[in-house]
């Protein structure tokens, strides 16, 4: 089955304890994408990789890292996490630059 | 600076009933527009992409319709039924080369009730 897998699904954590959100696809999609999504904000784009070794910034990058070292996985790290990060996480994927992006289900990140 | 408005926040329907949602944009040039649908607690899932040259696509009971001239789009839901409800949202992707983000709407929150 095609799938962008995130993983954790929740997670609860303290400022400035480093943490990482997995993203895994199966579609061999070249295009990745992070979006956090919050209250009367919708979604914005954190960071999008357009293949192995190529990221950019998306609208709201700062405190944020990516990397892509391989082309079904796309991580995001958070260095020194903070409360003002706390929100709900999705990791994309498509494979066209025109077509349709898949979204993984979610991670509900909690920083205290 | 780029933006997509959408139309009405949040909206309430009875199950059967027919509804629009609409969405404006700012974005130019401009290379597709998309609808998503998102389910509480869940990642949205595309229901259609439309280019410049495209007036409407329908993907089931939804029809998206657009208006390049006027920068406007909507999206039609026939026959509503419960599991409509759910969050609407629509995405710009403008058309400058070597551009790939997206602008997203903030979303139309649809309750479909029996």
């Known amino acids: 089955e095609a799938q962008v897998t995130q993983n954790p699904r929740y997670l609860i954590t303290v400022t400035g304890k480093k943490l990482t959100v997995t993203c895994s696809q199966n579609?061999?999609?070249?295009?990745m994408s992070w979006y956090r999504q919050d209250p009367g904000l919708g979604l914005r784009q954190i960071y999008y990789?357009?293949?192995?070794?190529?990221?950019d910034k998306g609208d709201v990058p700062e405190g944020y890292k990516v990397s892509r070292k391989e082309k079904r996985n796309f991580p995001l790290i958070l260095e020194s996490p903070s409360p003002n990060q706390t929100s709900l996480y999705f990791c994309?994927?498509?494979?066209?630059?025109?077509?349709?992006?898949?979204f993984g289900d979610g991670t509900r990140l909690s920083i205290l | 600076k780029n933006q997509v408005e959408q139309s009405p926040q949040s909206l309430i329907i009875l199950e059967g009933k027919n509804c629009t949602l609409q969405?404006?944009?700012?974005?130019?040039?401009?290379?597709?527009l998309r609808w998503y649908k998102q389910d509480t607690g869940r990642g949205p899932v595309s229901l259609t992409i439309m280019t410049f040259s495209e007036n409407t696509k329908s993907n089931g009971r939804y029809t998206a319709t657009l208006d390049a001239d006027t920068k406007q789009s909507s999206l039609h839901i026939t026959a509503s039924q419960l599991s409509d409800s759910a969050s609407y949202i629509c995405?710009?992707?403008?058309?400058?080369?070597?551009?790939?983000?997206?602008?997203f709407g903030k979303g139309t929150k649809l309750s479909v009730i029996p």
């Open positions: 994309a994927s498509r494979g066209q630059s025109e077509g349709p992006q898949h």
């Open positions: 579609m061999n999609h070249e295009y």
């Open positions: 995405v710009v992707r403008p058309g400058r080369a070597g551009s790939y983000q997206l602008t």
């Open positions: 969405c404006n944009y700012t974005v130019s040039p401009f290379s597709n």
């Open positions: 990789s357009m293949n192995v070794e190529v990221t």
